[in-house]
């Protein structure tokens, strides 16, 4: 049976959204041009009159004996060039409007600015930004300089270098002192000034080009967030019923959820003004001065939000801006095969074959010394540092302060003994993003400054597909949808940023083989590489390899055979880190607790290396040490904890109300007592359950410790075709089905043992019967699974016609004694 595909949900791409809004569509997209206000419309024109009108007065009170009407006159004959840029200016607003009604005529133009803009392009970005800052400065002291020119009657050069002069001579002496005295104390304003300048970057509309239909997997917190941006446009749908607007957002979640690139769509949507906070501009050197950045900042916002009706202001990354010092909470990351784990290691990559929840919870009761240690608390304030108190107090001012009047109109009304204007209703929307919201402080979290919170989290299946789906269009590619679903089935907990890093890594993989087309393998090797990181630079000696090997082959059995809800994502043996190989798995579906059954399987998977080793071995290695960890943390949170024994009582209430601690693991002597009989008799019962399976399987244990050995990392397809002795991506498991072949790696291990214990190299070589292809990994295939589950889902590659072996096909051949009663002797070494 193929893979029953759902069709995903479909992203909105029209600008339909709720509360009747449409958004703001791309410029591209625009049929004519977006609508100037008036203010836009005519500012320069009133600046030309004016300066016309200035120069016009000036000639008058050079002359008493000139009227009003000679005056003008005179103005229009002597200054006419400024009259003739009031018609330029007037001429250019009539093609905007007329670009604004007409489609036709604005795509005319829009098609003769892009060879316009073509031909700009080839200049370098930097150059084309310096000629034009050099334009417009050079523009605007020109018309000042003529303006001064014809005030003083003397050339425009002369009249722009004498005009400071000229300022101070016209004043009054006590007035030249108190000018002196501003310029003394202006000197540190203008320090103070400058440092409180940056880090506040704001988008006018048209300016970002992403919209909601580029934010893929989240529909449930992007419907909410666009709910918001309708009410900021329409406020008179909730304000007229007697509600208000909301004032804040609250956008939490892991990081590369999407969160920023939601905020990119707001401002790409909106019609009003978008206001980008960076929280590093507001590292302080001196005291007051992030006090004087956020009244800047929220000083602008107030003047946008009256101009335009409106404005969006964006913190990013709000946790440095809004806490008061307090340590954070929450957990570290949870370790993985690319690095340390936090649970002592020292061979195996244990603490990854559990699952989320498992990993959290081992984490909670890992004895002290074995998890990472709580961050130091850091108390802002003093001469400088970060956010904290010096940036936070203001900001809750400004965010929900009192409304008082403002304006230099309200200070002459008051000093006239006038009741002051009731200051206006200043719509500002905030969003504040975080992957930290235990450090946000409560009072910034109430309503009234953040009045809707929206958890960003991993995106489910269906949000992965599209994800995937979204960022594979930007490129070309042989996948089919049923290959992208499964890997986004197999890519449980990836952010939306992840999948992008694998779809840009599987490109770079394929240009590097000079294609510019990506493959299944492409997509696969990037997401391995990616997840886990390269390989280090690391030599087995044979004895390791080989012992490495069967004590992963050991946990990809057991879980191949027991485990039914998920699949094997990779088994590895190369070193990394400190984790000498692990074995990845992948949910099939996203489950939110673990049942009895599904902890008891994670205890015996874990098990299962230390029954490999000895099985093999007669003795195990220290690289069970993690494994034991987890099993022993799982058994004892089930039996203590979640009551899945025989006993109702939690210890980790009653270890709480006696010694005052914390929920969570008994004390140490908990193995002197009943309980810890009773968890290591649990832990025996799994233990002999997982060794009798390993014997069962002998011959897939060897014969898959071999196939790590030769290729150093499998995908889940290729384990499943030497378990089940099929034809696999990479590697031919029916090889394996040959008794020959197996006999040699047999004499191969019992080399292995020899040198074990005794000194010198291993005299034989690995067997080998077929060339090793280049190490590229196929995406894991949810299969059927040994102990009768299956899911119905077949793989995406034809599967060859399966070829009979010598003896048959059937059930693997019983495993035989140790040592091997009648082993052929080992083939000679080929040669060189």
Excluded at 117 to 144: D, M, N, Q, S
Excluded at 799 to 820: D, F, L, V
């Amino acid at each position: 049976m193929n893979l029953p595909m759902t069709p995903p949900p479909t992203s909105p791409q029209s600008h339909d959204g709720p509360l009747g809004f449409h958004g703001n569509p791309k410029e591209s997209e625009r049929p004519t041009r977006r609508p100037m206000i008036l203010l836009d419309r005519v500012r320069f024109i009133l600046l030309f009159l004016i300066a016309w009108v200035v120069l016009v007065v000036a000639s008058i009170g050079d002359n008493p004996l000139l009227s009003v009407g000679d005056g003008i006159r005179q103005g229009l004959r002597s200054n006419w060039w400024m009259l003739v840029l009031v018609a330029l200016e007037v001429i250019r607003q009539v093609h905007y409007w007329i670009s604004e009604k007409s489609a036709a005529y604005h795509r005319s133009w829009q098609r003769f600015w892009k060879g316009f803009e073509g031909a700009r392009g080839k200049l370098p970005p930097l150059l084309r930004y310096r000629l034009a800052r050099i334009a417009r400065i050079a523009v605007f002291l020109t018309i000042v300089s003529i303006v001064l020119g014809k005030v003083t009657g003397e050339s425009p050069l002369t009249a722009l270098f004498k005009a400071p002069a000229m300022v101070v001579q016209a004043l009054p002496a006590i007035l030249q002192v108190v000018l002196i005295m501003l310029v003394a104390v202006g000197q540190f304003v203008a320090i103070f000034w400058y440092l409180s300048r940056g880090g506040v970057e704001t988008y006018m509309p048209d300016e970002i080009q992403t919209r909601f239909s580029d934010v893929w997997g989240q529909d449930n917190v992007l419907h909410r967030v666009k709910e918001n941006v309708a009410l900021l446009e329409k406020p008179e749908l909730v304000e007229a019923k007697g509600g208000q607007v909301p004032r804040g957002i609250l956008l939490w979640g892991p990081p590369g959820t999407g969160k920023t690139l939601m905020a990119k769509a707001v401002a790409g949507e909106t019609g009003k003004p978008f206001v980008f906070v960076e929280p590093s501009s507001f590292n302080q050197m001196f005291v007051g001065v992030g006090a004087m950045k956020v009244k800047a900042l929220y000083r602008k916002l107030r003047k946008l939000a009256i101009r335009y009706g409106g404005v969006i202001v964006f913190f990013d990354e709000a946790d440095v801006l809004g806490s008061r010092g307090a340590p954070t909470g929450g957990f570290g990351g949870l370790g993985g095969a690319g690095g340390s784990s936090p649970i002592g290691l020292d061979q195996c990559g244990g603490f990854g074959y559990l699952s989320e929840r498992a990993q959290l919870n081992v984490l909670r009761s890992s004895p002290a010394g074995a998890s990472p240690k709580p961050p130091t608390p850091i108390i802002m304030g003093g001469m400088g540092g970060g956010g904290g108190m010096g940036v936070l107090q203001p900001l809750l001012t400004e965010m929900s302060g009192m409304e008082k009047p403002r304006g230099l109109v309200n200070k002459i009304r008051k000093l006239l003994g006038l009741r002051p204007v009731p200051p206006p209703l200043y719509r500002i929307l905030t969003i504040m993003a975080t992957n930290l919201p235990d450090a946000l402080d409560a009072a910034l979290l109430r309503p009234g400054r953040i009045d809707r919170i929206f958890k960003v989290g991993y995106p489910p299946l269906e949000g992965r597909i599209q994800t995937y789906n979204g960022y594979l269009r930007k490129v070309k590619h042989e996948l089919t949808d049923e290959q992208v679903r499964l890997f986004a089935l197999t890519s449980g907990q990836a952010s939306g940023a992840q999948i992008e890093a694998f779809v840009n890594e599987a490109l770079i993989i394929a240009i590097r083989e000079g294609r510019d087309t990506i493959t299944w393998n492409d997509l696969t090797l990037a997401k391995f590489h990616r997840r886990f990181g390269l390989p280090d630079q690391h030599q087995y000696t044979d004895r390791d390899r080989h012992s490495v090997a069967i004590h992963e082959a050991g946990h990809a059995v057991a879980f191949y055979r027991l485990d039914y809800t998920s699949v094997i994502d990779v088994a590895n043996i190369e070193k990394r880190g400190q984790i000498g190989g692990f074995v990845a798995p992948a949910p099939l579906e996203d489950s939110d607790k673990d049942w009895t059954h599904n902890l008891e399987i994670s205890i015996k998977v874990s098990l299962a290396s230390r029954a490999a080793e000895r099985l093999f071995f007669g003795e195990n290695s220290s690289g069970v040490g993690g494994d034991m960890n987890s099993a022993t943390s799982l058994a004892m949170l089930m039996l203590g904890n979640w009551a899945m024994g025989d006993f109702l009582a939690s210890h980790g209430a009653t270890f709480e109300a006696m010694e005052g601690g914390q929920p969570g693991m008994p004390d140490r002597a908990v193995h002197d007592r009943p309980f810890g009989a009773r968890v290591e008799a649990q832990l025996q019962r799994y233990y002999d359950e997982v060794f009798a399976l390993m014997e069962e399987n002998r011959t897939e244990l060897l014969t898959l410790a071999h196939a790590l050995e030769v290729h150093g990392a499998l995908s889940g397809s290729d384990v499943e075709a030497v378990l089940n002795k099929t034809q696999g991506p990479m590697v031919d498991g029916r090889t394996y089905a040959d008794p020959t072949f197996v006999a040699e790696l047999e004499a191969y291990h019992a080399e292995v043992i020899a040198k074990l214990r005794e000194k010198g190299p291993v005299e034989i070589r690995l067997p080998r019967r077929d060339p090793v292809p280049q190490l590229a990994l196929a995406a894991s295939t949810p299969y059927p699974n040994g102990n009768g589950h299956g899911n119905g889902w077949a793989p995406p590659w034809p599967a060859p016609a399966p070829t009979p072996a010598p003896g048959g096909w059937g059930a693997p051949p019983p495993p035989p004694a140790w040592p091997p009663p009648s082993a052929p002797p080992p083939p000679p070494p080929p040669p060189a």
